[in-house]
């Protein structure tokens, strides 16, 4: 499995072609995904009960940020994960965290017996649950996304993991999280593996993000036959009070 290439583009030209994990929100978007896309121009974004994931072009223009801004709303803080070009002026950036991309390549992925699967109706718990672990976003129809897994003790939900982004042919492995008082039980790895399984059932490859500094999911994931596909990054900016003409673009650090 080529982390850049595709099937029948040999040698250094392959470099050239865009692959659908390079712009996952993108390819999720436009494609199993194209029923959550609102949609203005070529900028689209996931309901924001859903996920704060908004998809660029692979080239963003001045009217390209105009449309954003106008999804957004003025003055709205908006999820640019992956993006390493400029910002126009008058946006700001609130948030920035290197990450990493991690792909499929050899999990021994296989079902769990004590895993349960879970909907709009534990809801209230899985917030409580991510509100406690901090796994990265999860919003009250994040569930909608995929199939989501937990584990249950004393009928209380102690651990789970789930499927969000979906460009076609993978899907990722999000909201990975154990309640603090049963870490070490090793229940995220048998998610992630119960996860993944329903993902290969269907034809298609698990993939996952996560923070660049951590080193303890990193270690997990390498260990579970995961491999490092590319560095990327997630970052959050603030759109312009109003809207602005003519602006020059400041760079992202």
């Known amino acids: 499995m080529s982390a850049v290439t595709s099937p029948g583009v040999p040698g250094p030209a392959a470099a050239a072609v865009p692959h659908v994990l390079d712009n996952p929100a993108l390819a999720s978007l436009t494609g199993p995904h194209a029923r959550f896309a609102e949609r203005r121009g070529r900028v ?57 991309q991690f792909v499929d390549d050899g999990l021994a992925a296989a079902p769990d017996p004590e895993a349960v699967r879970l909907g709009p109706a534990d809801v209230p718990e899985m917030l409580d649950l ?25 009928g209380a939900l102690i651990a789970m993991a789930g499927e969000r982004l979906h460009p076609p042919g993978w899907t990722e492995i999000s909201a990975v999280c154990t309640d603090p008082a049963f870490r070490g039980e090793g229940l995220a790895t048998r998610l992630i593996l119960a996860v993944a399984h329903g993902i290969r ?10 923070s660049a500094e951590n080193t303890n999911a990193i270690r997990l994931y390498e260990s579970l036959g995961f491999r490092l596909r590319r560095r990327t990054a997630f970052l959050a900016a603030r759109a312009p009070q109003r809207p602005a003409q003519d602006l020059a673009a400041v760079p992202v650090p």
């Open 44 to 100: 689209l974004r996931y309901p924001v009960d859903v996920s704060p994931w908004l998809a660029l072009p692979d080239d963003p223009d001045a009217r390209d940020w105009a449309d954003v801004a106008a999804l957004a709303g003025p003055g709205a803080e908006v999820a640019l994960p992956g993006f390493r070009g400029e910002l126009p002026e008058g946006w700001e950036i609130t948030f920035r965290v290197e990450g990493v």
């Open 130 to 154: 991510v509100a406690r672990t901090r796994p990265g976003p999860f919003l009250p129809r994040t569930v909608e996304l995929g199939t989501y897994l937990g584990i249950r003790r004393d």
């Open 201 to 210: 059932e269907r034809g298609e490859t698990p993939f996952l993000h996560t």
